[in-house]
């Protein structure tokens, strides 16, 4: 019998230790080790009992139709891949008080209604709590509930009721009693999510885990956890704002690329479906430093506005402040813009901001961000019904992004019938698009050419 010893293990990501460390050598926190008892190891080829198991050709493997779920919330669809899969498992993280219990609970009330018997396995809230939140959103018929934090009775209740949507919430709040370790701890979340996992793909029970997330804004637990599971969605959003994003970071059954866009309102979450028009009705025309940029999330465009303040400085190094674009590539535009286009701004304060709390990651970005900044520097607006997009190469050319037709096309559907693109290189440009290869040339057709 393989006798028993301690570990200490990191709770923030999992590094194990035979003694206590005051800091963690593999993600550098400190005071993060916790003692965890373990069975000790136990050398040997493997067991003597083990058969050979007989295999399955790929050819002979059969699929069904029917394997996607909805949850009738279109954009959480989107998200997922046109719903959820069978037998799969899919963790959601977000800050506290973000709305993944609100956006989940909303999905039970949607599959209850159309058939899909749903538990929720509740773990943070009372079955009061749990209530109020249901008659808010309208969530009641279809939803069975189970305050739970024992896996071994949550699997027990699965087995037993059979229901065909299992959403647990959270994960750091489930224990497994046979395991040594407070519920959240590394060995626990790696072990109730085996069994839960386990459970998933034995009885094809589509599971949604809702997983606590660190100060990073990692989900919290081992990293085992993401790659044990078929989905990872991360809900992002800003208290201040009343946007919610949901966007998969890993998704065995479809695009990481595509999201999902929500509002906050006092009945839940509402679906977002156009929302370049909400991104830009507040926007103000005839002032400088703003530009509209055509970006793309997955296989939407998306109009957002990019705005920049360039202010003299009185400090010996000049400001330089983003929101919503990473600070790395506003240096850099910065930087072509001064030596390429002869826009000096080192003895200046730059803001720079993307209305709505949406971020842009796309080198897209280059091209309006360089417009706002020249034309905030030069204090000329952009004409109006005017939108860009463009990467900024360091020698100061524009390059081509890809999908040039549906931006323009949203940019045109919502009225703005001028957009500077990049020189295609000989293919064809939508109508009312105006083709730059050169920074200069793109800032000498918005916004003149003296500086």
């Not at 008659?135 to 087995?159: H, N, S, W, Y």
């Not at 400088?288 to 957002?304: F, H, I, K, W």
């Not at 304060?349 to 020249?374: C, H, K, M, Q, W």
Request: hydrophobic share 40%.
């Amino acid at each position: 019998m393989a006798r028993s010893r301690t570990t200490w293990r990191c709770q923030q990501c999992g590094y194990g230790a035979p003694k206590w460390l005051g800091r963690c050598p593999d993600c550098g926190e400190f005071g993060s080790f916790v003692e965890e008892s373990a069975p000790a190891g136990v050398s040997g080829a493997g067991s003597a009992d083990a058969r050979p198991r007989a295999v399955t050709r790929l050819a002979d493997v059969v699929t069904e139709d029917g394997q996607r779920i909805l949850t009738g919330i279109a954009e959480f669809d989107r998200v997922l891949g046109d719903g959820l899969v069978r037998g799969s498992v899919v963790l959601i993280g977000g800050e506290p008080g973000i709305g993944k219990s609100t956006l989940l609970l909303q999905a039970a009330g949607r599959l209850g209604d159309s058939g899909v018997p749903v538990l929720y396995v509740c773990g943070e809230e009372s079955l009061q709590q749990v209530r109020s939140r249901a008659d808010r959103i309208g969530a009641k018929d279809g939803v069975a509930l189970l305050p739970e934090v024992d896996v071994t009775a949550v699997e027990a209740t699965v087995l037993a009721e059979r229901p065909g949507v299992v959403i647990v919430d959270s994960v750091q709040t489930l224990f497994d009693p046979a395991l040594d370790g407070v519920p959240g701890s590394v060995g626990q979340v790696r072990a109730t999510a085996a069994r839960l996992v386990r459970l998933a793909k034995t009885h094809d029970v589509t599971l949604i885990v809702v997983g606590h997330v660190t100060k990073d804004g990692t989900i919290a637990g081992p990293r085992v956890l993401e790659h044990v599971v078929d989905t990872v969605l991360y809900f992002e959003g800003d208290a201040d704002h009343a946007f919610r994003i949901v966007r998969a970071a890993k998704n065995r059954f479809g695009s990481v690329s595509e999201i999902g866009i929500f509002e906050m309102t006092g009945t839940g979450l509402a679906e977002v479906g156009q929302p370049s028009g909400l991104l830009l009705a507040q926007r103000a025309r005839g002032v400088a430093g703003s530009a509209v940029m055509a970006t793309m999330e997955g296989s939407r465009p998306l109009l957002v506005e990019v705005q920049a303040l360039v202010s003299p400085s009185y400090l010996p190094a000049p400001r330089r402040l983003s929101v919503g674009v990473d600070s790395s590539r506003l240096l850099q535009v910065l930087a072509v813009l001064e030596r390429r286009a002869g826009i000096a701004l080192g003895s200046y304060d730059v803001y720079v901001s993307v209305v709505g709390g949406i971020r842009v990651a796309e080198p897209a970005v280059d091209l309006p961000l360089a417009l706002a900044l020249a034309s905030s520097k030069t204090d000329r607006p952009l004409p109006d019904g005017c939108v860009s997009f463009g990467e900024v190469g360091l020698t100061g050319d524009v390059r081509a992004v890809p999908h040039t037709d549906a931006r323009v096309r949203e940019a045109r559907r919502m009225g703005l019938e001028r957009a500077i693109v990049p020189d295609p290189q000989g293919r064809a440009l939508p109508d009312g698009a105006i083709p730059v290869s050169t920074l200069s040339e793109a800032i000498g057709n918005v916004c003149g050419t003296d500086r």
